[in-house]
């Protein structure tokens, strides 16, 4: 302290001329007074003050301490405060200035220093006031930790202010904070019984039970405050309860405390009527919103950001963009909020290099991102592939969110998670596998093992999914999967024809009862049975539901489109129209594939050229492909040539793929070096395209072709994908690729085929040498033929399957001729039913007959 004294002694004179600043018409040191503290500017002024109480030993004299004390805390410098509050006993100071130092830590985000600050005003033996308890409870709210609130509430008790209103609200309003719904429920229990309690006790309840996902509770809440007259509500209730309307999507509860508002005269009110707007919005009545909007006397950014984002949300971006244009030409600031929803809105619609240039314009308007900026930009780059923009929003998000700060709000968890997904999507698995590993196991939640699991199901290896769901189900610190986790898993099954494992899920989720209350997840499992080969379940799955949407019919019109039942998947769309459902195009592309595979030629022309007419759905490429599809497996070449240059756009690859498969299918050369040379044109590098028409050449003996091809491939770099074939056994999946004796029992297999063949020879069988496509003899053909990896998979599912047990065999690429001949005569010395996937569709073989009927 003398120290202090000495150093400000020294620098008096120096000093005097900016102390005098603040009295322009003194000429010698001015007497302190209190006004000299209301007019002083900055810190350094309030250093000047306070050298000079010291020099004329004001320092100690009432009420200058506390003014020094509260001038230092209003100019941020707590640490000053904090050392004076330390020079003075109880007796002489309030303990207003403890609490304004308190408080002032809550305001600048330091809550854990207000609980440090409380902790020593006790050990310096102050009494906190019911203020002091009140920025407690804040804090331990802000933490957020319920320990620390609990401490706090403990302490509230024991210093006998548990029936003081303030304080018990402030008590309300951290457990509801803390997601302690129940306490808060106990706290406000007890205010009710002993009759201490106001307005803002009923509004911290209804809050805390938004704040903790009960919205039903807080409806009912200000129902028995409003309705039942206990307290008259005001802007704060009315807010709080439109909030929860929003959350359930409630419109009729919306519209009921609309009306309430209207009559108690509250509706102009601005920060009700942006609740409205929201709650309209977020119901998905964008005209009722756009009309409360409009009839708004004053809006400010909240107002607009919310009609920006309610039309973003729903898919109306032209509206949301036509809001925006007119907030840019009102001068109206835009906010981080304002540019995120025109971002989603673009990621949403998978419009990823407009959400791009969007991104950019507000970086140069000095907006800067926060994480839901980052995430909804990841996902339009996800949308469309943009890999390099992505890993550049990786590195700016390292800068902005990443940057090993304390996550209090899970952002830096959400774009981790919103990184792994973007990286998945692009196709990058390893850098998301990377991306997961990297986060600790304690700091995973359940979207960080969906993300990953997901990205495996649809852009990886399946299988790896798989392994992931178990880790995630079986790990120590026990993540239950939610409905999507589940979903992801199922898509997995249906990816690798998993029967097993897929019932296995299926049982999961009987146990944990998810499909009692989530249809996407019993689409997922429809869609799992059709593509595991149980068509027959995936039927009594869909009998079993009690809502249907349009998904659901589809997934089951595409199962029974796989396995070649074209009537069932005609019966299944005739009854989703009495059901009330409108088709769209993804229903008649499911319609238009299961006529091509159930040789339905007739009734796919006909809906074909009925739907544009009948349903008003305009033909996409999709559709053309299934029509080239339908009329080439039918022999009828000329005719899917006429339909693609009768087509509307430019044919897409996938158009010429199917008439090249065609060309495959009836050895038509002519037409297939049409379809190769318009593939060309377009720049397809599918490696299948250039297989077919080797595959073609090969058939027609044209050898010089052949090696044609295979040199253009060698030389654009197009590399063939390695055939394959999995069979499903009990012990998992075995994998066999052609000529394949890298499995244990690679004798017995090999010898249980040659018995396999010579069996079915007497039958009829006949080696189909046109699918060895290779140069060589007939009698090396032969050998070629025998190592399919079709054969192998069925000769080891023959070795370890139970008589009578199905044997499932999938396959990557579209089943060898041969092997379906082979197959189908094995069916009739043998009680297993033999259920083959290829790429393109399901082959049940039973007692000599295949379900494709020829059309595959």
């Not at 107002?303 to 007119?326: C, H, P, Y």
């Amino acid at each position: 302290m003398l120290l202090r004294y000495s150093t400000l002694q020294k620098s008096y004179r120096q000093n005097l001329r900016s102390l005098q600043a603040l009295v322009p018409f003194s000429t010698s040191p001015p007497r302190i007074t209190l006004s000299l503290f209301r007019h002083a500017t900055g810190l350094r002024c309030i250093r000047l003050l306070h050298g000079q109480l010291l020099v004329q030993s004001l320092f100690f004299t009432p009420p200058f301490p506390s003014f020094l004390i509260s001038s230092y805390i209003s100019r941020n410098s707590l640490s000053t405060a904090l050392s004076l509050l330390h020079l003075f006993r109880p007796s002489s100071l309030p303990v207003f200035c403890w609490n304004l130092l308190i408080q002032r830590s809550l305001s600048l985000g330091f809550p854990r220093d207000a609980t440090a600050h409380f902790r020593s005003l006790l050990r310096r033996g102050w009494s906190p006031d019911e203020y002091t308890f009140t920025f407690l409870l804040k804090a331990g709210a802000d933490v957020p930790d319920v320990r620390y609130g609990r401490s706090a509430h403990k302490v509230v008790v024991t210093s006998g202010f548990e029936g003081n209103v303030f304080v018990c609200n402030a008590a309300v309003a951290m457990y509801g904070k803390c997601g302690e719904l129940e306490d808060a429920r106990k706290v406000f229990g007890g205010m009710l019984r002993s009759g201490v309690w106001d307005l803002v006790s009923w509004n911290s309840i209804v809050a805390a039970s938004v704040q903790c996902g009960d919205c039903e509770e807080a409806i009912r809440s200000f129902g028995r405050m409003s309705l039942d007259n206990v307290v008259k509500g005001d802007e704060v209730s009315l807010v709080n309860v439109l909030s929860a309307c929003a959350a359930l999507e409630d419109f009729e509860k919306g519209k009921e405390v609309h009306c309430f508002a209207a009559r108690q005269g509250l509706s102009e009110d601005l920060f009700v009527s942006n609740a409205l707007v929201d709650m309209y919005a977020k119901c998905g009545r964008l005209d009722d919103a756009s009309m409360v909007f409009h009839r708004m006397a004053v809006k400010d950014v909240v107002s607009w950001n919310t009609m920006v984002t309610g039309f973003s949300q729903v898919g109306r971006l032209d509206e949301a963009l036509e809001i925006f244009d007119k907030m840019r030409e009102g001068q109206i600031k835009l906010n981080v909020v304002t540019w995120s929803a025109v971002i989603a809105g673009y990621a949403q619609r998978g419009c990823g290099h407009e959400a791009l240039d969007v991104f950019r314009d507000m970086l140069l308007h000095g907006s800067k991102p926060n994480a839901i900026t980052l995430i909804s930009l990841l996902s339009g780059c996800a949308s469309i592939g943009a890999l390099t923009q992505g890993k550049e929003t990786h590195c700016y998000s390292i800068k902005c969110v990443l940057n090993g700060q304390d996550d209090r709000t899970g952002d830096a968890s959400s774009v981790l998670n919103a990184l792994i997904d973007m990286y998945a999507k692009c196709k990058s698995v390893v850098f998301a596998r990377m991306m997961f590993e990297a986060i600790p196991p304690k700091d995973r939640n359940v979207v960080t093992w969906t993300v990953m699991i997901g990205g495996y199901a649809q852009h990886g290896e399946a299988n790896d999914a798989l392994k992931l769901f178990s880790d995630m189900v079986h790990q120590d610190n026990f993540m239950k999967p939610n409905s999507f986790t589940i979903s992801c898993g199922l898509m997995a099954c249906g990816r690798l024809a998993a029967l097993r494992v897929g019932r296995q899920i299926h049982a999961y989720i009987l146990r944990n009862q998810y499909q009692s209350t989530v249809l996407h997840v019993e689409n997922c499992l429809i869609d799992m049975y059709s593509k595991s080969g149980d068509i027959e379940t995936a039927r009594a799955v869909f009998d079993s539901l009690r809502t249907r949407n349009s998904v659901s019919w589809t997934s089951l019109m595409t199962g029974y489109g796989m396995h070649g039942r074209g009537e069932e998947a005609l019966w299944v769309f005739q009854d989703m129209r009495k059901a009330g459902l409108v088709p769209d195009d993804v229903t008649f592309v499911v319609l238009l594939y299961a006529c091509s595979h159930a040789g339905m030629v007739d009734e796919g022309v006909e809906y074909f050229n009925n739907m544009e007419k009948d349903f008003g759905v305009v033909p996409r490429a999709e559709h053309y492909a299934c029509m080239v599809d339908l009329l080439g497996r039918a022999g009828r070449l000329g005719e899917a040539v006429k339909i693609i240059k009768a087509m509307k756009m430019e044919p897409t690859p996938v158009v010429w793929v199917a008439l090249l498969s065609a060309c495959r299918l009836h050895g038509n050369v002519d037409f297939a070096e049409y379809a190769a040379n318009k593939l060309a044109e377009v720049q397809s590098d599918n490696d299948g395209s250039y297989t077919l028409l080797s595959n073609i050449y090969a058939s027609a003996g044209q050898w010089k072709d052949v090696a044609r091809v295979r040199s253009l491939m060698k030389h654009t770099g197009v590399r063939k994908r390695p055939g394959w074939s999995c069979l499903q056994g009990r012990k998992g999946a075995t994998t066999f690729y052609a000529g394949d004796r890298t499995h244990p029992l690679s004798d017995k297999i090999y010898e249980a085929l040659a018995a396999l063949i010579r069996r079915i020879k007497p039958l009829g069988y006949i080696p189909q040498m046109s699918f060895a496509l290779h140069d060589v003899d007939d009698e090396e053909k032969g050998d070629l033929l025998s190592e399919h990896s079709e054969k192998l998979a069925l000769a080891y599912g023959i070795l370890i399957s139970s008589p009578g047990e199905p044997i499932r065999i999938t396959k990557n690429l579209r089943v060898c001729g041969d092997c379906h001949s082979a197959m189908t005569y094995a069916s009739m010395i043998f009680e297993h039913e033999i259920i083959l996937r290829d790429s393109s569709r399901f082959h049940h073989f039973k007692n000599g007959t295949c379900s494709c009927r020829g059309y595959w």
